[in-house]
């Protein structure tokens, strides 16, 4: 069974910072694409960041380029969103995702919350 499990969200004042972790399981975590994506109250869920199967290459919403650092470490099946100088507006639940493959659809993780204080 595909399990993606999420550690690391909590509440953090403005400035501060927070790294969330997801650790895989059930699939051969090296040969997918991963992702975050967050969803605030009241908002539709977007996507963050990205990274592909070798961590080369990555992708990041322009709300968080430049403070949000995707990575992976696939010895461990874990990827990860390091997360500094939040922002008020980065209030959210926070969602890993291993993207679909050509026979294989997407999975999500459970969720977690993150709160950035004013």
């Known amino acids: 069974q595909v399990q993606l499990e999420q550690s690391g969200g909590g509440l953090v004042q403005a400035g501060g910072s927070l790294r969330l972790s997801c650790a895989a399981s059930?699939?051969?975590?090296?040969?997918?694409?991963m992702s975050w994506h967050r969803q605030a109250p009241g908002k539709e869920r977007e996507l963050v960041a990205t990274i592909t199967r070798t961590g080369i290459s990555t992708n990041y919403a322009d709300s968080v380029k430049g403070r949000f650092t995707i990575s992976r470490d696939n010895a461990k099946n874990t990827v990860y969103l390091q997360m500094n100088s939040l922002k008020p507006e980065d209030t959210a639940v926070y969602y890993c995702k291993k993207e679909p493959g050509t026979l294989y659809g997407p999975a999500w993780g459970q969720g977690t919350q993150v709160t950035v204080s004013s």
């Open positions: 059930g699939f051969t975590f090296s040969r997918y694409t």
